[in-house]
């Protein structure tokens, strides 16, 4: 989790709105102390799939987490079909 966080200049704070958790969750979870539920690996696991299949984010990018749908990304995947 700290690995896709650090790759898109996220907060613990802004990952865990993304994942539906929060922030104590969220360093619980970077820590392992705690498991992902199903809910949470699905995002997290929608994120690497979109990172490594060519969706290119930029660290200067912003990541609206107001959005309702994540943008598609170059090989045509949604985060939001993912999960």
Excluded: F
Excluded at 57 to 70: C, D, F, V, W
């Amino acid at each position: 989790m700290k690995k896709i966080r650090e790759h898109l200049s996220l907060s613990q704070t802004d990952m865990s709105k993304l994942i539906r958790s929060n922030k104590t969750t969220a360093n619980l979870h970077e820590k392992g102390n705690r498991l992902l539920n199903s809910k949470e690996l699905r995002m997290l696991t929608g994120m690497e799939i979109l990172m490594t299949h060519g969706a290119e984010t930029h660290r200067h990018e912003k990541i609206n987490l107001n959005e309702q749908e994540a943008p598609a990304s170059p090989s045509g995947l949604q985060l939001n079909e993912l999960c």
